[in-house]
């Protein structure tokens, strides 16, 4: 045999067999004898490093022929990925083993199947077409002396291997960044233990920047320290309105504030402040540009990595109490049962009366002696702000409106080490400042749309109704109704919410609703907000910390001026506001989980007691109460249950039947855990192992 006649009789059967053909195929195919293996072998390495893609199960494909798709590839932290087409479409589901030495970010090639195992398009990557990053983070091995890298944001559970150890050489162990092209160390972090790693990993890891450009430092140096009169020129002058402030105890940059007087006839008129951002960051200035890249702050336990310097963000722009401040303000006039009446928009200036934290005006509201003689003057406008809020919420509720209470973690430490992971409080005081934030940004929406006017929308599309069939099954066995798939209205979910409120199942039933919710995204389209059950919402409220209101902030001051609005794609805007958004928000919870995890890995052998929030083919995916983290309980730990079958929504043990469904409470005892790779193991308690 010649060679072309060879590649050729190759590719001609392929072209025949269009679902692909592995190796013993194609050889008993063309009747290559076993002498000429190793030649045939040779041939098709040749065509795959030019026309053919190694395919699922081995099977060779011609590309034409073989469901290639191109996009980028998002890492999962349960060990696979998926791949986010460039033509749009379903993702495509990618098992780890189908994801070697891809990272996060990458653009690639995935072959697909229509239906893999979960009936979603399955695949498997043959390409890295453009590498995101150009390093590699992770845990530095050794083995038989030679180095390799156990990758944080590969799906592969495979260790990549290095070429060199670089200088200084690191020891087994440690979080080191090595280069992709020289595949040779290049940095080094320490061991994950060691104070500060974890905080500078998830910085380096996330793509966020801990510091800003020199350029944006000095033009920030040459702002006046104090507004000016020729600021207040045009300006609506607020300074003797009672206006505050209420934020968290710990919170530096406070850019909204509220003040409310009562209507005759029983009404009320709300005013929200919000600082003048964009008065001082304008548009193709330095500082605007790391304002767009950054796009959001970033909040850790410890650390604030701000979207503006922090003369910007902590004192200019931040609504500080007894100083001048300049803002855009909204006042709604609205009549006792909710209704929004003339609403008004005027750059202004305020000087707020104090700054309050959600904890004294809770106090207030509810008759603390002490915070009511502190605060004596503001305790009228408190109660009203209460009664307004109460109104606006009943309102809201009875439209439809969703209304999470998830509680968050948060991390008490002691001397500087973590000494409790409390849940944060939530109370009446956060329910009133959401209540005018929200009024606010749909009343700016609300103009947007009247006027036709382009801009930038917050927006939350109807979920998708294949996952509201899935619920309304799911919570079918928990006794809640809900109706068809295609008949589920945001109204019939909250009420959903309502009923739970009090069982055992309260957050289980809350988290499940909220998964079953597509993301909410900024767009330049008003699709709408399904949560809030809203033809027109945006985000007005927040200019120091999030981009996209510093850009609704232009639009609205070109509009009050009569001006054209600065030229800017705000299409790209919102998909890299959005994009920043879920970065920061995968960044925060990551570093948040790491250090909860380390927490934990201190009780190696305690008993927990958690709910089961998934049935994997692996095992149970169990969340502890009190910790926020979830963690797997294989099958093969349950004893008599090591060979386990799907049963329809849940898992049976083929031995001694047991069943474990999602929202069962179960005690577990934790046997592994791995903070930096955020993973935990447990076994069942002794009393779970016999319960049927």
Not at 634 to 658: E, T, Y
Request: proline share 6%.
């Amino acid at each position: 045999m010649n060679k072309p006649s060879l590649r050729s009789k190759i590719l001609w059967l392929l072209r025949k067999h269009r679902e692909g053909l592995d190796l013993g195929g194609i050889q008993a195919a063309l009747g290559v004898k076993h002498r000429d293996r190793s030649r045939l072998l040779e041939e098709i390495k040749f065509l795959e490093a030019e026309k053919l893609v190694r395919g699922l199960k081995g099977r060779f494909r011609l590309p034409q022929a073989s469901g290639l798709v191109r996009g980028r590839f998002v890492s999962s932290r349960r060990g696979f990925g998926f791949v986010s087409p460039d033509s749009g479409g379903e993702d495509v589901f990618v098992p780890a083993r189908f994801a070697p030495g891809v990272l996060q970010g990458d653009e690639v090639e995935v072959l697909t199947t229509e239906n893999g195992r979960f009936g979603k398009p399955e695949g498997r990557i043959v390409r890295v077409l453009k590498k995101e990053r150009r390093t590699i983070l992770g845990i530095y091995k050794e083995r038989s002396g030679s180095p390799f890298i156990q990758a944080f944001d590969s799906p592969s559970p495979e260790d990549i291997p290095l070429r060199s150890r670089g200088r200084p050489a690191p020891e087994p162990g440690m979080i080191v960044e090595a280069d992709r092209l020289s595949m040779a160390v290049s940095r080094l972090y320490g061991r994950p233990q060691d104070p500060g790693v974890d905080t500078r990993v998830i910085i380096r890891r996330f793509g966020l920047e801990p510091r800003f450009a020199d350029d944006a430092l000095a033009e920030t140096a040459s702002i006046p320290d104090t507004p000016g009169p020729e600021d207040l020129v045009g300006r609506r002058d607020f300074r003797d309105w009672p206006t505050v402030t209420i934020d968290g105890e710990k919170a530096q940059d406070f850019d909204d504030a509220v003040s409310v007087a009562r209507r005759d006839g029983g009404g009320f008129l709300l005013g929200v402040h919000i600082a003048d951002v964009s008065h001082y960051v304008r548009p193709g200035t330095a500082v605007d540009r790391e304002a767009a890249g950054r796009g959001t702050s970033v909040y850790f336990p410890d650390l604030t990595l701000p979207m503006l310097p922090e003369k910007l963000s902590n004192d200019l722009c931040s609504l500080r109490p007894a100083v001048p401040r300049l803002t855009v303000s909204v006042l709604m006039e609205i009549d006792p049962k909710g209704g929004m009446g003339r609403t008004e928009f005027l750059p202004s200036v305020i000087r707020t009366a104090a700054r309050m934290t959600y904890t004294s005006v809770f106090g207030i509201l509810e008759g603390d002696a002490k915070q009511r003689a502190a605060y004596s003057r503001l305790v009228p406008d408190f109660l009203l702000m209460r009664d307004l809020a109460r109104v606006l919420r009943e309102k809201r509720l009875a439209e439809g409106s969703l209304d999470f209470d998830l509680v968050e973690p948060e991390l008490v430490y002691e001397g500087g080490k973590l000494r409790e992971v409390a849940a944060a409080e939530r109370n009446e005081a956060h329910r009133l400042i959401e209540e005018f934030m929200v009024a606010a940004n749909v009343a700016v929406a609300s103009l947007f749309t009247e006027k036709r006017v382009p801009a930038v929308y917050r927006v939350h599309p109807a979920p998708a109704a294949a996952d509201l069939e899935k619920l309304r099954e799911l919570l079918g066995h928990f006794g809640f109704a809900l109706p068809q798939a295609d008949e589920i209205r945001s109204r019939d979910l909250q009420d959903v919410l309502e009923k739970a409120k009090g069982r055992l199942e309260e957050k289980f039933v809350s988290v499940r609703v909220l998964r079953a919710m597509k993301l909410a995204v900024y767009s330049n389209e008003n699709v709408g907000h399904y949560g809030l059950a809203k033809k027109n919402y945006t985000h007005f409220t927040s200019p120091i910390r999030r981009y996209p209101d510093l850009v609704v902030h232009r639009i609205l001051k070109s509009l009050l001026a009569k001006r054209k609005p600065e030229s800017k794609d705000l299409a790209a805007v919102a998909l890299h506001a959005s994009e920043r958004e879920r970065n920061a928000d995968d960044a925060e919870r990551a570093l948040l989980e790491w250090r909860i995890l380390r927490f934990l890995k201190e009780r190696l052998g305690e008993e927990f007691t958690g709910t089961v929030v998934d049935v994997t083919r692996a095992g149970l995916v169990v969340e502890l109460d009190d910790y926020f983290v979830e963690g797997l309980l294989p099958f093969p730990a349950l004893r008599g249950d090591q060979d386990v079958r799907p049963a329809g929504r849940r898992r049976r043990g083929s031995k001694r039947r047991k069943s474990f469904d999602p929202g069962d409470r179960i005690r577990v005892i934790l046997a592994a855990c791995d903070p930096v790779f955020q993973r935990m193991t447990f076994v069942p308690a002794a009393d779970e192992e016999t319960r049927a």
